[in-house]
C-alpha cells in the first residue's frame, strides 16, 4: 500500500491527529482538547459529543495541514471510558465516565466475593477503572435503553455505522475471556450484564468500515486501545522490553507472547492485539496521575505551565526531604487501592516550589519502577531497557530520575506521539494485509537515553522512601 493514513488518538485531555506517509514522515497534525470533568468523590465525565468533534476537528486540521488524500484511518482510544447510547441515531443517553472515575465502587464491592473468579477469566483485577463496573453501573443508576460501550464501539458507530470493538479494547472491560478471546457468559452475568448487545470483537487490524466525517471517504482500517498502540510502536512486540507512556497517567506494559499470563505481582493480564486472527498479550501497570498531577501542580500555582517542570525543579538539587505520592485518583498497580488519595510529607519552612516539583517527579518514577519490578518478577527476567514516550517525555528532569530509580536505561521514542504512530501502523496493515508487522513499524532508534547517574544504593534509598509513605497511606 502506497499514500499516507491518518492516525487518530483519541485521548482524556484531547485528540491528536496525525497524517503519516512511511516515506516522508509526518505531513500534518491537528490538536482538539476535551476538558473532562472533576467532580467531587471520585467522578470523571465528559460530554460524548466533545469526544466526537474532538476526532473531527483534529482529524480535519491534520488534513488541511498535509493537503493530501489518505488511503486510511487508524482510531486509538481511551480503554475504559464508557457510555450508554441509541444504536439507532448514534445519540448519547449518558455523559461518558472516564477511566478514572471511581463511581463503580459500589459495583465492585458487591462483587468482591467474585473477585479472584473474574480475574482467573479475565486477567482484571476488580476494580472501577475497568469498563464492566462502569457499565453495570449505568445500567443500576441511569438509563437501561439503548447499548452501554466503551467509548470507542460508539465512535465507530459514528464514523462508520459498524458496530465493533477491537480485542485489546474489549480485554479492558473485564468481560473478555482472556483464552478465548471472545464476551464471557459468566462475566456479563455476574455484572448483570446478560443479554446486553456487545460490539463484535474484531481484529486490530482490519477493514471496519468507512467515513466521511473528515471529508472525503477513508476506509477505517485499524482499530486499538491507546496503550497498546503505543506498545507496538514502540517495537516491543516479544517479551523482554517493557514501554511506558506518561501522558494523564502513566502506563507501563511489558509484552507476554501469545500465551496470556495472569500476574501475581499486582499487574493486570490482558490482550496486546490481535491481527490476522492471531492473539499477542501483554503485563500492564498504571500510574493514574503523571501529566495531570503536573496539571495540578500549575493549577494551584507552583507551575505557571507544563513548560516549568525541568526549570523549577532544576532550581534545587534534589527534593529536600519532601515525599509526594501522588495518588490524586488513588493508586492503581500494584497496589489496587483506588479509594487513596495523594500525600505529601517532609514539609517544612524552607521547602520551595522547586522541592515539590522534584518530589512530583521522584514519585510518577518510583511508582513506574515498581510497575517494571513487578513485570519482571512475573515475566521471571529483568527487563533490561524501558522505552518511553508521551508528552512527559519532554522533561529531561522526569527522564533521569526515571533513569536513576529504575537503575536501567531509559529510551526517549524519537516522536512523542507514539500511541498515533502505533494507530498509524496498524491502518496500512489492515488496508494491505500484504504487509508485515515489521514493515508497518516506524524506525525504532531513540531521540535520547538517559543513563543511570546514581548509585543503586542510593537508588534503592529513595525508593525505600517513597514505599515507606505508600505503606502510611495503606496503613500498614
Known amino acids: 500500500m502506497t499514500g499516507p493514513v491518518l492516525a487518530v488518538d483519541q485521548g482524556t485531555s484531547g485528540t491528536k491527529a496525525l497524517v503519516l506517509c512511511p516515506e ?28 466526537y468533534d474532538s476526532v473531527v476537528e ?21 480503554g475504559e471510558t464508557v457510555l450508554a447510547w441509541d444504536p439507532d441515531t448514534g445519540r448519547p443517553l449518558t455523559d461518558a465516565l472516564v477511566w478514572q472515575d471511581r463511581r463503580a465502587e459500589t459495583v465492585c464491592a458487591g462483587l468482591a466475593g467474585h473477585a479472584e473468579e473474574l480475574r482467573e477469566l479475565t486477567g482484571l483485577p476488580l476494580d472501577p477503572y475497568f469498563a464492566a463496573p462502569k457499565m453495570a453501573w449505568i445500567r443500576r443508576h441511569l438509563t437501561r435503553d439503548g447499548v452501554v460501550t ?50 463484535e470483537v ?31 510502536a514502540q517495537r516491543v512486540t516479544g517479551p523482554g522490553a517493557a514501554k511506558c507512556t506518561y501522558g494523564t497517567g502513566a502506563f507501563l506494559l511489558a509484552h507476554t507472547g501469545d500465551r496470556p499470563r495472569r500476574g501475581d505481582s499486582g499487574l493486570v493480564g490482558c490482550v496486546a ?85 522534584r518530589a512530583l517527579c521522584e514519585g510518577i518514577a518510583a511508582q513506574v519502577a515498581e510497575l517494571a519490578d513487578a513485570a519482571a518478577d512475573d515475566l521471571g527476567a529483568p527487563l533490561t531497557t524501558l522505552r518511553v514516550d508521551g508528552g512527559l517525555t519532554r522533561s529531561a528532569l522526569l527522564m533521569q530520575t526515571q533513569a536513576d530509580l529504575l537503575q536501567h536505561p531509559v529510551e526517549v521514542s524519537a516522536l512523542a506521539d507514539a500511541t498515533a504512530l502505533g494507530a498509524a501502523a496498524l491502518a496500512r496493515l489492515g488496508a494491505d494485509p500484504g504487509l508485515s508487522v515489521a514493515d508497518v513499524l516506524p524506525d525504532g532508534r531513540p531521540a535520547a537515553v538517559y543513563e543511570p547517574r546514581i548509585p543503586a544504593d542510593q537508588a534503592a534509598e529513595r525508593r525505600a522512601g517513597f514505599r515507606a509513605a505508600v505503606a502510611a497511606l495503606l496503613g500498614t
Open 58 to 78: 483534529a482529524g480535519r486540521r491534520a488534513l488541511a495541514e498535509a493537503g493530501e488524500d489518505v488511503v486510511a484511518l487508524g482510531l486509538a482510544n481511551q
Open 24 to 51: 516522508r514522515g509526518v505531513l500534518g497534525t491537528g490538536f482538539a482538547e476535551v476538558r473532562p470533568r472533576h467532580l467531587p468523590g471520585g467522578l470523571v465525565e465528559v460530554d460524548p459529543a466533545r469526544l
Open 150 to 199: 466503551t467509548s470507542d464501539a460508539w465512535l465507530v458507530h459514528r464514523l462508520t455505522g459498524a458496530f465493533a470493538t477491537d480485542a485489546a479494547t474489549a480485554g479492558r472491560t473485564q468481560l473478555l475471556d482472556l483464552d478465548r478471546v471472545e464476551w464471557s457468559p459468566r462475566a456479563l452475568d455476574l455484572y448483570g450484564l446478560a443479554g446486553e448487545r456487545l460490539p
Open 273 to 357: 492485539w490481535r491481527l490476522a486472527g492471531h492473539t499477542g498479550y501483554c503485563l500492564d501497570g498504571q500510574v493514574y496521575t503523571a501529566a495531570s498531577a503536573v496539571r495540578w501542580l500549575t493549577d494551584i500555582g507552583v507551575l505557571s505551565s507544563a513548560a516549568d517542570l525541568d526549570p523549577v525543579g532544576g532550581a534545587v538539587p534534589d527534593s529536600g526531604g519532601v515525599t509526594f505520592v501522588p495518588a490524586l485518583a488513588g493508586l492503581a498497580a500494584p497496589w489496587w487501592r483506588g479509594d487513596l488519595r495523594g500525600s505529601l510529607t517532609g514539609l517544612g519552612l524552607d521547602t520551595t516550589a522547586g522541592h515539590l516539583v
Open 202 to 232: 474484531t481484529d486490530s487490524a482490519r477493514p471496519v468500515g468507512t467515513t466521511r466525517a473528515f471529508g472525503r471517504e477513508i476506509p477505517l482500517t485499524g482499530l486499538i486501545v491507546d496503550q497498546q498502540a503505543a506498545l507496538l
